[in-house]
């Protein structure tokens, strides 16, 4: 078996587990945390560190950590990437044709580029797709 049809098979099984229950109140409560962030984020009743902090009180968000960049994910969505293209880029997408393109290498990091539609809330703050806080991108630079 290829490491293509491990990957696959692996993916398949999480997938299937990923149906139950205990998933999907998971992804229910990700996305309640990500819509209530956006909103407070919108209105001005978080700065940066505070939205950082509290996006990361969600035992379902997604946290990386690459050379000057910490990102933290809150999406109940399938289709969420983070890939590293070349050495110093970092690239989060909603498999929608939406992300951002950040710059990890520089002091301190910075998003470069935002692809498609994507709604800066603050700062440090992104929705990915349309503005409603579903695929919400927190940065600590």
């Known amino acids: 078996m290829s490491w293509k049809e491990q990957l696959d098979k692996a993916v398949a099984a999480i997938r299937d587990a990923a149906d139950s229950e205990k998933a999907r109140e998971i992804a229910a409560k990700s996305k309640a945390t990500a819509t209530s962030l956006a909103q407070k984020v919108r209105e001005g009743a ?38 590293r293209p070349d050495a110093a880029t970092l690239v989060i997408s909603d498999g929608q044709g939406n992300g951002v393109v950040i710059n990890a290498a520089a002091d301190p990091a910075f998003v470069e580029e935002m692809i498609g539609t994507v709604s800066r809330l603050s700062g440090n703050t992104f929705d990915l797709g349309t503005e409603d806080g579903i695929n919400v991108v927190v940065t600590k630079f």
């Open 46 to 83: 978080l700065g940066a560190a505070d939205a950082f902090v509290e996006a990361n009180r969600d035992p379902s968000a997604l946290e990386v950590r690459f050379l000057n960049a910490g990102v933290t994910v809150l999406s109940p969505s399938e289709g969420i990437s983070v890939s």
